[in-house]
């Protein structure tokens, strides 16, 4: 029975590897969706179909993800084994198949890439040539002899798609190096098959035949992998592996991550996630919580913002600290952090989301008032009543964990009519509050546009309301 249910192919449209996934498509007329990825920009949907090694081509069947070029056609083949067959029927022919196919992708592809991309010399470029042309003759011994248009006989076969999916490139390579690659006069049996497959209906569409167009995007890749080493090269500096943050701009959670990686000056990649519509790399990488903050280090997920703080004080130890080095010192500053996600959390969602009347939110204000004046003889006692900060003359651990609702108490403070932390109440700790906001690691992140927080509120509210997330 023919497969059948959603095809979606994730690709790029110069590679080899996603090439010989349309052509075998096309030869079994099978109706599909082509995703183009970005390969600087790569989507959630390719690395999270592909978390091993986040390439394409990956075929989505159903929303199943199937991974790696080879793999990918003889899963076509054997799901749709009545449409033209791709692999020889006889188990003989079709080792034979395997074995020619693995060889184009062990010999071929190094030589490509060297000349494409790897060669730093004319010289070294020349090397990479020679062996190119080294695995194409040896192919043109193992063609010559069957006297047919293609390896796969009368019609294209596994063989003939794995190395047709290099022909664009080929192209390219001809004009980079100034003859041809597939050379008709050493290798005429090889180019006679190149034409018959260039002209075959499943390659027309699929296999680039403008150079310049090749040779254009290759100078995009170059870029691209420039810029990730520069990238690299910053991190690793900064204490090695690639750091990204899924966070939403408003959460005090998410700003007290982004404070500490500002303190440390460590480079990181912020990525906006939608609360209304959570993105595939969110829910892979906190599948318990589904919620932010998520550092990603090298792909490796660490979330929960306390947690994500200490991983972070950990990893780059030799940057300013954020938990004192006293261990005593250290249960203080855990303990208050604590305390203000236990009683400040609960009265900031009280206030802002789960006030249904005007009696209610005024509940919750009192109970966030009694917290902060708690915390402002926490702040005299911590900083001996002369220090700019809880951690004393700089900021660490309670001052980010309380600094990331300031942008918060501005709009609370819009809402309510009045200042949440009282200069007149909490002298202290108004004063710490104009101190954080002052500092670089704050004046980026938190924001003072209590409007905008507001209407962020509204559209928090509605989603809550229409059961797309739960406040």
């Known amino acids: 029975m023919a497969g059948s249910g959603d095809l979606k ?8 590897f996603v090439i010989r996934v349309r052509v075998v498509l096309n030869l079994k007329s099978i109706p599909y969706e082509y995703i183009e990825e970005n390969l600087g920009d790569k989507s959630d949907l390719l690395l999270t179909s592909n978390p091993v ?38 188990p003989y022919d079709r080792a034979v198949a395997r074995f020619w196919a693995a060889y184009v992708d062990d ?23 020679a062996k190119a042309v080294e695995a194409l003759e040896t192919l043109e011994g193992a063609f ?21 999916g290099y022909l664009g490139w080929f192209t390219a390579i001809d004009k980079m190096i100034g003859r041809r690659l597939i050379d008709p006069e050493r290798m005429p049996a090889l180019a006679a098959w190149e034409e018959n497959f260039r002209a075959a209906d499943a390659a027309k569409g699929v296999v680039p035949d403008d150079a310049d167009k090749v040779l254009e995007f290759r100078e995009k890749l170059l870029s691209w992998s420039a810029k990730k080493a ?27 991550v ?45 979330n929960e913002s306390q947690i994500i703080i200490q991983y972070i004080d950990e990893v780059w130890p030799d940057r300013q600290s954020v938990l004192p080095s006293d261990p005593y010192d250290r249960a203080v500053a855990r303990f208050w952090a604590a305390y203000i996600d236990d009683k400040l959390e609960l009265a900031w969602l009280g206030i802002l989301f789960r006030s249904k009347t005007e009696e209610e939110r ?82 980026s992140v938190v924001s003072d546009d209590a409007d905008k927080m507001l209407e962020f509120r509204r559209i928090l509210l509605d989603w809550s309301a229409s059961g797309i997330i739960t406040l």
């Open 9 to 16: 192919l994730l690709g790029v449209w110069t590679s080899p």
């Open 53 to 90: 090694h986040k390439s394409v081509p990956v075929l989505l069947h159903d929303g199943r993800p199937v991974n790696e070029s080879q793999i990918i056609i003889q899963y076509i083949d054997e799901l749709w084994p009545d449409r033209q067959s791709v692999l020889p029927s006889d």
């Open 107 to 129: 010999k071929v592809r190094p030589a490509w890439l060297a000349i494409v991309f790897g060669s730093k010399t004319e010289e070294e470029r020349e090397v990479a040539v």
């Open 144 to 164: 010559e002899g069957k006297k047919k248009p293609f390896f796969g006989g009368e019609r294209i076969g596994f063989v003939d798609v794995v190395l047709g």
């Open 230 to 256: 520069e990238a690299k090269t910053r991190s690793e500096m900064a204490g090695g592996g690639e750091l990204k943050l899924l966070g939403v701009w408003t959460s005090p959670f998410v700003l007290r």
């Open 258 to 302: 982004r404070f500490v990686l500002n303190l440390k000056s460590l480079t990181y990649e912020y990525i906006e996630e939608s609360l209304g519509d959570k993105s595939d790399l969110l829910l892979t990488s906190n599948p318990v919580n589904k919620s932010v903050p998520v550092l990603l280090h090298d792909g490796c997920p660490v």
């Open 362 to 443: 005024e509940v919750a204000v009192a109970h966030a008032v009694a917290a902060l004046e708690t915390l402002e003889g926490a702040f005299v006692e911590c900083s001996k009543g002369k220090k700019p900060f809880f951690g004393g003359e700089r900021i660490e651990f309670v001052d980010v964990v309380l600094g990331g609702y300031l942008g918060w108490f501005t709009a609370i403070e819009r809402l309510i009519g009045r200042r949440l932390i009282d200069p007149a109440r909490t002298p202290a700790l108004a004063a710490w509050e104009d101190r954080f906001r002052a500092t670089d690691v704050a004046k």
